[in-house]
């Protein structure tokens, strides 16, 4: 079946030490976005890419870096610059093809990782 | 910041009709209306959405009022599977742009 898929669902780090969550998709979607989840909050966006070799800043990018070498993969690492890492973090894709307007597709999310910094 | 407000949270009894409402009074004329539900620890799931007309489909219906101001998302018979938090987000037409998320509604459907 087509989906998100987000590895491990688990992760547990030492603080100081750099992580990469995984995130990919099988549904030839162009667009691909993080963001993360913090007890009790709404979603927050960290990095979004809208095509491969391409990716723009969201509202809280910093501490986390992204690379999209390949449609279907657009991992996060989050560094030791990240002040608080401990939160759930959620992978999206949407299939818009860029500089189509007016086109509504709705982004597809993955079940997260929840990431512990100790 | 999030473009919309809902109230934090919901009862609805099981098998009655669930009302959610959503007030988005800045809203501009390229914006649509979309709704998405997040069961605890699982990714957001989407339901619905709309530009000006209401919207129905297997999930769901969307009525949005006539000056776009607000809406309401209707679940016909809620069940305790619907108990989640709903998120209401308004989105530019344009392609590939990213949701931006506020608390949303915390509904519980009680047995």
């Known amino acids: 079946d087509g989906g998100i898929t987000q590895s491990p669902k688990y992760l547990f780090r030492k603080e100081g030490q750099n992580v990469t969550l995984s995130c990919e998709q099988n549904?030839?979607?162009?667009?691909m976005y993080w963001y993360r989840q913090d007890p009790g909050q709404g979603l927050r966006l960290i990095y979004y890419s809208q095509i491969v070799n391409d990716f723009q800043k969201g509202d809280i990018a910093e501490g986390y870096s992204v690379s999209r070498e390949k449609k279907e993969s657009f991992p996060l690492t989050v560094t030791s610059a990240q002040k608080n890492p401990t939160a759930f973090y959620l992978c999206?894709?949407?299939?818009?093809?860029?500089?189509?307007?007016?086109?509504?597709?709705?982004?597809?999310f993955g079940n997260g990782t929840r990431l512990t910094v100790t | 910041d999030a473009k919309t407000t809902q109230p934090p949270s919901m009862d609805c009894a099981e098998g009655r009709a669930a009302n959610l409402p959503c007030n988005h009074s800045t809203i501009s004329g390229n914006e649509y209306v979309y709704w998405y539900r997040q069961i605890h620890s699982q990714g957001p799931q989407y339901i619905i959405h709309g530009l000006k007309n209401n919207e129905t489909n297997e999930m769901a219906s969307l009525i949005i009022t006539e000056d776009r101001k607000s809406s309401t998302l209707i679940l016909p018979h809620a069940t305790l599977r619907d108990t989640a938090v709903y998120y209401c987000i308004v989105r530019v037409a344009s392609g590939n742009t990213p949701l931006v998320f506020g608390k949303g509604t915390r509904l519980s459907v009680i047995a």
């Open positions: 549904l030839n979607h162009d667009a």
């Open positions: 999206a894709s949407s299939t818009d093809p860029p500089g189509i307007k007016a086109y509504n597709s709705p982004l597809h």
